[in-house]
């Protein structure tokens, strides 16, 4: 099963993102999406989740138009996790959980046993079972990081997206949302998530696609995209490259 | 895993509530009923020995206070759910069902009634059908404007438009009789339930128990769709169709409300916290729980505005008291979380 946009221009009513957009993700592999702020990022990300209708171009996931599905339908085909954010409403880890299995059921459905079940290994398998009672507003970004992850999985989903899911962690939880990333592909799912960070492309992504002014720079497999030339051509700013036994890191210099 | 916490103590206090405002509002008043009374009549009606109850308690019990009290139970439970409903959907604990208009819009067709000297199912009919009409547009402005924010767009629509019906509800007022029409409009406005009868009960139980039935309903969706859209969406929720059906629904049972009972606000916006911090903000135990709890308070107030003074004091007067220093105080801790 592949998630591909096919010579997309994205954008809002009003005004275009990017044009000419080509992207593609296998089941089972990580591409990290990279690019300066405003740089559209976030809008293909959304057009490839269907949130945003492509202005032309169209996004296709196995095949078919993915707008041709219903959005319960997709929804049991691609999660979204999206930035974490203060809740309006102090539901607790579990309900949250729970919401995720939303497609499964119809319009008046209440969660069925399999639901809960679903839902419990999910926060088992985040560890964060023992913060199942208590309420959203009231746990650490990183937690809720992880939480927004056993919603999205919840879903049972085949691809996964998510928006800068280290934004607001702090440095141990960002290196956990990266071994959880590159478990979920382990696991079969497809995987894209935006990154501010080249290092967390390098490390936990298999393609990396550079997006600058709503225009593909470069895509391709990390080791060879990631170089400190293409960086500063995506950024505007000098990066220094640092290489060692271990691996490589950049850092903004 | 930590079992989930219980809401049977957080549904036992609202229905404790509710019962306390049964029996105060059937018992206390003009023509005091004592407990035992109370009970002998109740028994009666259920086929139990007749006992020694005078015919006069009888009538107080159930000609004079039981329509009121099944309006104010009625009303105070509609109020509330609407309440809740829209606080869910605009995913703000600061709103209301005025907040759409449905109040004001209801409001103007009612003067109107009252201005044309209609009979009142005429009136009750011209105020639903002035809550729908100006919900309708807020609803059509506020999703045609485009904005990064069109939660925030609907609801300064409705501030908006809320304000300009008020306007023609004014205008009304100024062009009214003010010796035979002005009274009933002033009184309408302000909230009463004294003019009750079992004939007002019809049109209020039917739209009151339909829309309820429907939000009930969609509690699961509900929890959902009180998450940002783009969520709501990717959760595999068709926003857009359930949105239309939450505020259709939410805005008949208020519609339904003010046409019964003038204008009581603030009931809305007080009931769904204080559900809330009985049982929780998930929308399966919040909607009965809030329905309950809204029943019983206006019940409460009811009962206090019969029996505080000599003249009866307006629903809305004892509400916007209470519900004054509750709003602001609710300002001052909005930061916190609303569990």
Redesign the interface.
Known sequence: MILEGHQLTIGYQDRIVGTGLDVKLQKGEVLALLGPNGGGKTTLLKTLLGLLTPKAGEVRLDGAVLSARTVRERARLIAYVPQTHVATFAFTVEAVVLMGRTAHGDLFARPTAKDRQVAANMLDRFGIAPLAQRPYTMISGGERQLVLLARALAQEPQFIVLDEPTANLDFGNQGKVMREIRELAASGLGVLFTTHDPNHALRAADRAYLLRGGERLAEGPVQQILTRERLEALYGAPVQMITDATGTAFIPG | ?????SALPGFAIAIAVLIAGLVLALTVGRYPVSLGDLIGVLTAKLGGPRGEISPAVESVIWQVRGPRVMAAMLVGAALAVAGTAFQ?LF???LVSPDILGASSGAALGAVLGIYLSLGVFAIQAIAFVGGLIAVGIVYMIGTSV?SRDPILVLVLTGVVIGSLFGAGVGLVKYLADPYNQLPAMTFWLLGSLSATGVHDLLPLVGPVAAGTAVLI??R??M??M???E??A??????TGP?RIAIVAAATLVTSASVATAGIIGWVGLVVPHLA?SLV???F?RLLPASAILGGGYLLLIDTLARTLAQVEIPLGILTAVIGTPFFIWLLASVQK???
């Open positions: 895993m930590i079992p989930a916490r869910g995913r703000n604990p485009r309903a969609l699961w969706r929890n959902v009180s998450l940002p783009e969520e969406r990717a959760l595999g929720v068709a359930l809330r929780g903000p998930d399966a979380n609303w569990s």
